[in-house]
């Protein structure tokens, strides 16, 4: 308000260019082909909102920025660096980041402002707080079970979704508290921690097989957390910067949901149950068919179209390289190689897509669920490495099974199919898999690496 | 006041919009980089920060104090953000690529 009216314009105009800039990037990062445009208009939006903040008149000191800043970058560096498998608890890490640092200055503005803050402000000063720390410890949580610091495994207990509720409620019960008495500053650390522990409780139930889900929706508190501060610090660019992110995170929760067949409801609250162990599966000893890498090889090389489905499992088994050496191997001989993409595939959002094209798989060769499932009656072999639930058919045929209606990649529609699997141990939901004992099915019983390099040399050794 | 509010509301729900429809169309094979860009972009909560800490740098007071402490904290917090989302966008980015012809 003390600004001379050019200087305050300078900004404003600024953060005006920057909140078009950011829509663009995202506009952008609809197709391969323009992306990296995308990321190019974000760091420009980027730069011009700080450099115009820089001008801000009400800043007396920079020495602190410029070291914060300083250091910041430093310790960005490395976390830009990381290796492709571990992107999704990088951005778990990030999220963590994003929700400390808002949580930080909605703590410093309460303290700046008390004991006089307006009704509206103390709302959404509550909101970006109690957000902002659930969301900082609940990606903390998510990081350490993506990198397996913390058991993946769900924990659950009795009254867990009660006990989890009431510090909910405890915390909103505060804020409304604070809203009309601003005064009241000892309860503000208690809202503080309340959302922090909020957020562990939140996490601990849920189990490695959710975090696509889990990750998406944190990503959206984020998102809404600095929405909230663009409110109390009557900040356009962060509003429209948290819609975006906020809405980004809700699509992809929502899109996960739908792949894991779980209602919309669900995903709102946050309330994932563990998918419950198949209690009784009747265990007779059905047979299955198996077969060596030289057959497998004689089959591959001699088919028109092979789809190859992958799962997290070749990820763990680094097997994306051999699986590219395979597609070579194969598309010289004339065989039309496709991969098909489970919505879940991998540990977030599109994860695997990014995991293939870092081995060179050309993303023209990449089809989500809803394109390859129509062409699978067409296929001659489906392989796949490494997954398991999302290519049950009891999802689609076994009302009592636990992944009943989790829409499935209809992989045994496929003239043959063959399984690379270490075992017959069944996949994460704890589910056995109908497909494994049909006629059409091979297994080929092995490490996902190992077996493709061997199906690759037999492929290559053969022939030409 | 008031009538801020009321604008930023309109800002909020207007953005909300556009962030839907503009994200419903990104790719699935992008969904991994949306989410590190949205995270980039999200940092831009640095400005806020930055101007806390410029302001109260300094200034006599507890509160203040207080502050310039948090405030340097979300700075490097969201700074990190946006140098390692950016980067890693990039980075994924870059490897997106169609299937060449000019195979030998």
């Given at each position: 308000m003390t600004q001379p009216f050019a200087t305050q314009t300078v900004i404003e105009v600024t953060y005006l260019v920057a909140s078009v800039l950011f829509i663009l990037s995202l506009k952008w990062l609809s197709a391969p082909t323009t992306a990296r445009r995308g990321v190019r208009a974000g760091e420009l939006g980027m730069l011009l909102a700080i450099a115009g903040t820089l001008l801000?008149?009400?800043?007396?000191?920079?020495k602190w920025i410029a070291i914060a800043l300083v250091l910041g970058s430093i310790i960005g560096v490395p976390l830009g660096m990381v290796h492709m498998t571990a992107v999704p608890q990088r951005t778990a890490l990030s999220h963590a980041f994003g929700a400390f640092c808002v949580t930080l200055v909605g703590t410093a503005e309460f303290y700046l402002r008390?004991?006089?803050?307006?009704r509206f402000t103390m709302a959404v000063l509550s909101m970006e707080v109690i957000l902002g720390s659930l969301t900082f410890t609940g990606s903390l949580m998510a990081a350490g079970k993506l990198q397996e610091v913390l058991p993946q495994r769900p924990i659950t207990y009795k009254g867990q979704n009660f006990v989890n509720l009431s510090l909910l409620a405890v915390a909103v019960g505060i804020a409304v508290y604070l809203v009309v008495h601003?005064?009241?500053?000892?309860l503000f650390p208690v809202m503080l921690i309340i959302g922090l522990m909020f957020g562990v409780m939140m996490i601990v139930?849920?189990?490695?097989?959710d975090m696509p889900t889990v990750i998406s929706l944190l990503n959206s508190y984020a998102g809404l957390s600095a929405a909230a501060m663009g409110f109390v610090l009557d900040s356009k660019l962060l509003i429209i910067a948290g819609a975006l992110d906020g809405s980004s995170g809700f699509i992809l929760s929502v899109i996960m949901s739908k792949a894991m067949n779980r209602s919309f409801t669900n995903v709102l609250f946050g309330a994932f149950g563990q998918v419950?162990?198949?209690?009784?599966?009747?265990?007779?000893?059905r047979t299955v068919r198996t077969a060596t890498a030289e057959e497998a090889a004689a089959i591959l090389g001699a088919a028109n179209t092979v789809v190859i489905v992958p799962g997290y499992g070749m990820a763990v088994a680094q097997a994306q390289h051999k699986v590219r050496e395979l597609f070579d191997a194969l598309t010289k001989r004339g065989v039309d190689v496709k991969f098909a993409i489970h919505p879940?595939?991998?540990?977030?959002?599109?994860h695997m897509n990014v995991l293939l094209a870092e081995a060179d798989?050309?993303?023209?060769r990449l089809l989500d669920m809803d394109t390859i499932n129509p062409e699978f009656p067409q296929v001659d072999v489906a392989l796949i490495i490494g997954a398991n639930d999302v290519t049950n058919p009891a999802a689609r045929?076994?009302?009592?099974?636990?992944?009943?209606?989790m829409p499935i990649l209809?992989?045994?529609?496929?003239r043959t199919v063959m399984v690379i699997k270490r075992s017959m141990s069944p996949g994460f939901a704890g589910i056995d898999n109908?497909?494994?004992?049909?006629?059409k099915t091979l297994m080929l019983f092995g490490d996902a690496k190992a077996f493709v390099g061997n199906i690759v040399r037999e492929l290559t050794g053969g022939s030409h | 006041m008031n009538s801020d509010l009321i604008n930023n509301l309109y800002v909020f729900v207007l953005a909300g919009f556009i962030g839907f429809e503009v994200i419903r169309r990104v790719s699935p094979l992008l969904h991994t980089p949306l989410m590190s860009l949205t995270n980039a972009l999200d940092a831009i909560a640095v400005v806020g920060a930055i101007v806390l800490v410029g302001e109260n740098s300094?200034?006599?007071g507890a509160k203040s104090k207080l502050a310039t402490i948090l405030g340097t904290l979300a700075i490097i917090a969201a700074t990190s953000n946006v140098v390692g989302g950016f980067l890693i966008t990039d980075r994924m980015l870059k490897m997106f690529k169609v299937s060449n012809p000019k195979k030998p």
């Open positions: 801000n008149r009400g800043i007396v000191d920079y008390t004991p006089e803050v307006p601003p005064a009241a500053s000892q139930p849920i189990g490695g097989a419950q162990a198949s209690a009784a599966a009747g265990h007779e000893a879940v595939a991998g540990r977030m959002p599109g798989i050309p993303y023209d045929s076994d009302p009592s099974s636990p992944i009943y209606g209809d992989v045994d529609k496929a109908d497909l494994y004992y049909l006629d | 300094g200034v006599p």
